[in-house]
């Protein structure tokens, strides 16, 4: 099994205020991105960054289509080793509120000790299996963002 990106839709949560706002505001069907590290589909291990905890490890029942979409990556096995090494460098850090919501209001805030969801994944993939994010910082790219370059560029 190779590393692929799970993208969680909005709407099978529809509690999750937080979820509808990120979609609302980007105008995606996605509102979080979790790096599908190894394991099965329905106790996958992941590596993201949540809200409110930040980066880190979970496993995760990525089995529901209503709920994900999985979107595999071809990389190398080393870019692969690269991808676990950086999970387990970003490993801890908190969750970057102030980059959500210079999204949410169109300014460029961000914090660099911090990440959220969308900006650690696409930045594992540029630093690690040097994928293009079309110009942007990684902190500048949402989950349905970071869905259309995977889909599109073929990764």
Not at 101 to 126: N, P, R, T, W
Request: net charge negative; hydrophobic share 40%; aromatic share 10%.
């Amino acid at each position: 099994m190779s590393i692929a990106l799970a993208f969680k839709k909005s709407a099978a949560e529809p509690h999750n205020i937080f979820g509808q706002a990120i979609s609302a505001k980007t105008g995606s069907i996605y509102c979080h991105v979790e790096c599908w590290i190894s394991g099965p589909q329905n106790a996958a291990l992941c590596f993201s960054s949540r809200e409110p905890h930040g980066a880190g490890w979970a496993t995760i029942d990525l089995t529901d289509a209503a709920m994900w979409d999985i979107v595999p990556l071809d990389l190398t096995p080393e870019q692969e080793i690269a991808i676990h090494g950086f999970c387990c460098g970003c490993d801890g850090k908190r969750y970057d509120a102030l980059g959500i919501v210079g999204i949410a209001v169109g300014a460029e805030l961000h914090d660099y000790s911090q990440v959220f969801c969308s900006e650690v994944c696409a930045s594992m993939l540029k630093q690690c299996a040097g994928k293009d994010l079309g110009g942007k910082h990684a902190w500048q790219i949402w989950p349905g963002e970071l869905y259309e370059m995977a889909t599109t560029q073929r990764w």
